[in-house]
């Protein structure tokens, strides 16, 4: 019996440290922000910045930098854009990911000047450039001749309010701080609820970029050709003038064959919000030839270039994204409100920072995101409206690949597979199966693999453009082109006219792909975003689509294979059996 008591109060002792132990750990962010503050009355060591030397007053510099940009203290999420893995998800997928170190870019970008840095403020991201390619010795720039070209002026069937995703005049609210949070708080101390309406009662001007661009989003597209809302918006994502105002890990579950990376979600001081994928590999690598689809990397600049080649293509389905150099102290460490997150920074034997997060695989010390010494890459993609605000629907892709080391999918062994698919909905009415085409042209320039479920605004049923998320598995082979991607459009043998005609003229010397891109990726902060074999590469990709297209108006006649969208609106509606 007394051994038994002596037991039992040995296994509370343990208990009780066990619970000290925790709450001291707990309490370790705060102790060390009291610290701070009591150093904060000394002179101050006027030392260099030195990422070594200061591995041990994190908890410092984190206070400090809170308190200077006035952040709010709890941590907020709007539920925005979240990539889609899952029909039953509305989160993004995937992946396996190879660290690298960022480039010399970083050493390049502190020894500019403020002179610099403001040329660089007023650099033009999307607009028309004037030192890039030109179609003639006249200083003609490229992209201003093409969108200039009768095919890239063809006008929207007249917008109803069931074709706008945000109506005017209705009662619906923009509540920025909607989440539940209580720690935001206005520069000017207002207490009051702050809230953006898409009615008439202020101006469009008075909203922040971020909702322009969410209140122009239609039926048919996310943004307009010519909105100088989206160069406003990239320029939001890049500068440097404020850092963000929080940054949370966030976990992205990937399909349930494979596994995860991390990503980060930048929330701004005016409540928009930008998912940043890191640089994880440089430009020159490409993917190793034994590796599966779904074991390939992420890249930070496929996620960039793919929204250029979206807009050049005129489908305008992909959200904004820029390339942005971040501060990894400043902009993350110091500022998170994530303690899981700060505690996975270190210091690496190179004397670089670096953090791994916290995910189900490839986030651990060996597979960490370093800087140099603390400067890294990555993307910015704009989120899309709440889904909460404007609900999205997932679909699964017909011709989603098997993600199976062994087994192939039912499309890869029966070639009458799009027969099949036209029978079933929505791809038995309206335009689904023509943007499935568009997305199977636009993947394949890319050579992205990865593409097993799309996403459409719920609003606007079937009838509805397909939005193209997720392309970071994109560019990863310059010397092999994946002809397995162009099946559906092999079998199906569809394609919009508009569509039809744009491959024609990009595939013309006077505007050229390849010349078009390099041009366009000229705007981009992290230029240059792709190297010269994957720009040649879509020119021979953008030949082998219109070989294909070629065999079947030869097999099937012109009449059945280009789906006539250039007149009128019924055209746009016919079902996909029907020419």
């Known amino acids: 019996m007394i051994l038994f008591r002596k037991f039992r109060v040995l296994i ?65 999420l709007r539920i925005l854009q979240d990539f889609s893995n899952e029909p039953s ?111 008439g009662e202020v101006t469009a001007e008075s909203y922040p970029n971020w909702l322009r661009f969410h209140i122009g989003i239609n039926r048919y597209e996310l943004y307009s050709r010519h909105n100088p809302v989206l160069d406003a918006l990239l320029k939001d994502l890049v500068l440097r003038s404020r850092p963000p105002s929080n940054i949370s890990l966030v976990f992205l579950p990937a399909m349930k064959s494979g596994g995860t990376q991390l990503k980060l979600i930048m929330t701004f001081q005016n409540y928009g919000q930008a998912l940043f994928k890191p640089m994880k590999q440089t430009r020159e690598q490409e993917t190793p030839p034994d590796f599966f689809y779904f074991s390939d990397f992420e890249r930070h600049n496929a996620e960039i270039a793919a929204f250029h080649l979206d807009r050049i293509l005129d489908f305008r389905r992909v959200p904004p994204v820029a ?5 990894m102290t400043r902009e993350i460490r110091d500022v998170t409100r994530d303690k899981k997150l700060w505690r996975t920074f270190f210091i690496s034997p190179a004397n ?19 800087g140099k010494p603390d400067q890294i890459e990555g993307s910015l993609a704009a989120f899309l409206p709440d889904l909460n605000l404007a609900k999205r629907k997932t679909w699964r892709n017909p011709w989603r690949r098997s993600y199976h080391k062994r087994k192939k999918a039912e499309w890869e062994v029966d070639p009458d597979y799009c027969d099949e698919v036209k029978q079933m909905p929505p791809y038995d009415r309206g335009t689904r199966l023509l943007d499935i085409m568009d997305m199977t042209i636009f993947d394949f320039l890319m050579g992205n693999m990865d593409r097993h479920h799309y996403e459409t605004f719920e609003k606007f049923g079937n009838d509805t453009f397909i939005i193209h998320l997720d392309n970071g598995r994109g560019f990863g082979k310059h010397s092999h082109d994946e002809l397995s991607i162009l099946v559906p459009l092999s079998q199906c043998c569809r394609v919009r006219k508009s569509t039809y005609l744009r491959l024609q003229l990009l595939a013309k010397e006077e505007f050229q792909l390849s010349s078009l891109m390099e041009e366009s990726l000229l705007r981009d902060r992290l230029s240059p ?10 020119d021979r990709r953008l030949r082998l689509v219109l070989q294909v297209l070629s065999r079947c108006i030869e097999k099937e006649g012109h009449v059945n294979v280009v789906e006539e969208d250039l007149v009128g609106d019924s055209a746009t509606h016919r079902g996909p059996g029907h020419s």
């Not at 910045?49 to 940009?69: L, M």
């Not at 945000?166 to 909607?178: C, E, G, I, Q, S």
């Not at 920072?353 to 960490?368: D, K």
């Open 529 to 538: 975003v792709l190297i010269q074999p994957h720009l040649q590469a879509m």
């Open 323 to 327: 390339g942005r150099l971040v501060n």
């Open 89 to 199: 998800s509305n989160l993004t997928s995937h992946s396996l990911e190879k660290i690298t170190a960022a480039g010399d870019r970083a050493d390049a970008f502190r020894r500019t000047g403020p002179a610099a840095g403001k040329a660089e403020e007023h650099k033009p991201l999307i607009g028309d450039a004037s030192g890039g390619r030109t179609v003639s010795g006249h200083g003609v720039s490229r992209l201003a001749a093409l969108f200039e070209h009768p095919l890239y002026k063809v006008d929207l069937p007249p917008l109803t309010d069931d074709d706008t995703l945000f109506n005017v005049n209705t009662d619906t609210r923009f509540y920025p701080k909607a989440t539940g949070n209580q720690g935001w708080h206005n520069e000017e101390g207002n207490e009051d609820e702050e809230e953006f309406s898409p009615t």
């Open 12 to 76: 509370l002792m343990v208990f009780l440290v066990a619970c000290t132990m925790h709450i001291m750990i707990d309490l370790l962010p705060k102790l060390e922000k009291r610290a701070a503050g009591a150093d904060s009355g000394d002179g101050g060591c006027q030392c260099a910045h030195h990422p070594g030397g200061e591995a041990q007053g994190w908890g410092k510099q984190r206070a400090r930098s809170a308190a200077e940009a006035g952040w709010p203290n709890k941590h907020t």
């Open 352 to 370: 670089n920072v670096c953090f791994y997060g916290e995910c189900s695989y490839y986030c651990s010390t060996e597979h960490a995101l370093c």
